[in-house]
């Protein structure tokens, strides 16, 4: 077992500010990454927290609500002594949109705080809210110059998922946003990219000299992407029925792995390089026609059904959801990368919620070696030799190959030879957040999405948004809470002579 090496640098001082404090998400994930942070001492010696809510909470009320947010969340036990600093450095300020003349006076009292805590004028703005409320609040953090580099301080905009709905809105926003700040100044954040795993995909490939030379058409002969989820929509009704599986996943966390296997190397290990690559990969997805489209993709919907010990309802009566919406909350795709290295490679995509099993994995499947050696022998067939890497449950890397069965006869059977994270490195347990915030802190946006990554990845599957809105409720399938989806989905790869990977 090997401890991770502390090489970490503290960021410069400056101040955080959340938009969208009072909300689910900064309780759940940013305050309690924050405390992770400062319990590994990675916070800036000079740093504050300032949180924005429309309805203004007193500094005093915000810090009780974020405390009880962190005892609630916290990815381990909560050193009373962190938690009291970290919230110490926690002020409320009003200011809403609608109401201009609150960014001026917020413009104010964040000059006088920071001249207080000596921050060098350095901002990094979170925006944990609707999407619909970026460009608005953008917009007056750049009339009043909150966002403008001067002075040597940096400024930075952190965004959050959805980035978009479709191509359209996604070109808009970029482009409102880039009207104000700088590509460099954006962070547009998949939480995909804070896995270790999903990171370690860059180090699999590239660290290593046996996996690159065959990592190609030549010896690959397809990859499988799957995203399966347990959890139902829940009590997100509302936005799930606007937004249904193939938006919610496919565009932004599928691409993600899809884009860290299948770029080309880059020639450095910093975010220009990586990110051109991955932006590279994903435009050489092939266009599809809305007919193509509909024949390379399954989408389907849950029915009642049970998941262990839960009784799960069908999707169409969960509150706030279109009684007869045609909604997905299962999609399946076969996209082709068409370039030199993955040309003939189909890439199958599959997420859906309410499914029997929680995994997440890429799926290398490599060529099936020739079986003419073993006609005289009383092997029927030979095992498939897949490289899988786990994100979760189990997070780790598995080969699957052939091995002779012992005793005196040929035989053979498909092993695993497994790696698995937690045998060889001890990690506290995180939010996935701690690596993205810190890189914001300190300049990194290697592990953010650039705005031509963000558009490429909505143009591929525009033509499956376009085709199912058409379509309606012709084509869409249905499955049972609790199973593996719907069956067409195993159509799409037995037409193509593949079956998906028996998911455990
Ligand atoms: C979110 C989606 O972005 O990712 C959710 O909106 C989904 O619907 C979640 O459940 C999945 O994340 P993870 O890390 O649990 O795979």
Not at 125 to 138: C, H
Request: glycine fraction near 8%.
């Amino acid at each position: 077992m090997t401890e991770p090496v502390k090489t970490q640098q503290k960021p410069d001082g400056c101040s955080f500010v959340i938009f969208g404090v009072t909300g689910d998400l900064a309780h759940r994930l940013v305050i309690p990454a924050l405390y992770n942070l400062a319990a590994s001492d990675l916070l800036p010696d000079r740093f504050c927290v300032v949180g924005i809510a429309r309805k203004g909470a007193s500094s005093e009320g915000l810090r009780e609500s974020l405390l009880k947010g962190l005892h609630r969340f916290a990815t381990r036990p909560v050193d009373e002594n962190i938690a009291k600093r970290l919230l110490e450095c926690v002020t409320s300020i009003e200011a809403d949109p609608k109401e201009p003349a609150s960014f001026d006076d917020m413009r104010e009292r964040l000059e006088r705080l920071e001249a207080n805590r000596a921050t060098g004028g350095n901002r990094l703005f979170y925006l944990a809210i609707p999407p619909t409320a970026f460009a608005p609040i953008a917009e007056q953090l750049g009339r009043t110059g909150m966002l403008k580099e001067t002075g040597g301080a940096w400024r930075r905009l952190v965004v959050e998922k959805p980035f978009g709905t479709d191509l359209a809105s996604a070109r808009a926003l970029n482009g409102e946003l880039l009207r104000i700040v700088d590509e460099h100044q954006i962070y547009r954040i998949d939480h995909y990219l804070g896995k270790e795993t999903v990171q370690n995909i860059l180090v699999l490939r590239f660290a290593n000299g046996m996996f690159e030379p065959i990592w190609n058409r030549n010896h690959i002969d397809h990859v499988q992407i799957t995203v399966d989820e347990q959890l139902g929509v829940g009590h997100r009704g509302s936005f799930y029925d606007q937004t249904g599986a193939l938006r919610d996943m496919v565009p932004n966390h599928l691409f993600q792995l899809l884009s860290l296997v299948a770029m080309e190397p880059p020639i450095r290990f910093d975010a220009h390089s990586v990110r051109a690559e991955k932006a590279d990969v994903l435009a050489a997805i092939q266009a599809q026609s809305e007919a193509e489209a509909l024949r390379n993709s399954v989408r389907g919907q849950y029915l009642a059904g049970r998941i262990g010990d839960a009784e799960i309802g069908d999707y169409r009566k969960i509150e706030d959801v279109t009684p007869g919406s045609t909604t997905e909350t299962y999609a399946a795709l076969k996209l082709v990368i068409d370039n030199w290295r993955w040309a003939g490679v189909p890439f199958y995509l599959r997420t859906g919620k309410a499914l029997g099993v929680k995994r997440t994995e890429v799926a290398i499947k490599f060529k099936q070696a020739p079986f003419a050696m073993f006609n005289c022998t009383p092997v029927e067939e030979l095992a498939q030799n897949y490289l899988v890497i786990g994100v979760a449950p189990n997070e780790g890397i598995t080969l699957q190959f052939n091995t002779k069965v012992p005793g005196p006869s040929i035989l053979i059977d498909g092993v695993e030879m497994k790696f698995r994270y937690k045998d060889y490195f001890k990690a506290e347990p995180s939010t996935g957040y701690e690596t993205l915030i810190y890189d914001c802190m300190i300049g990194d946006n290697i592990l953010f999405q650039r705005a031509d990554s963000v558009e490429a990845g909505w143009k591929a599957v525009q033509p499956f948004i376009d085709a199912w809105k058409k379509a309606g409720a012709d084509g869409l399938k249905t499955y049972k809470a609790g199973s593996e989806g719907p069956e067409e989905a195993n159509e799409l790869l037995r037409r193509d002579g593949r079956s998906w990977r028996k998911l455990g």
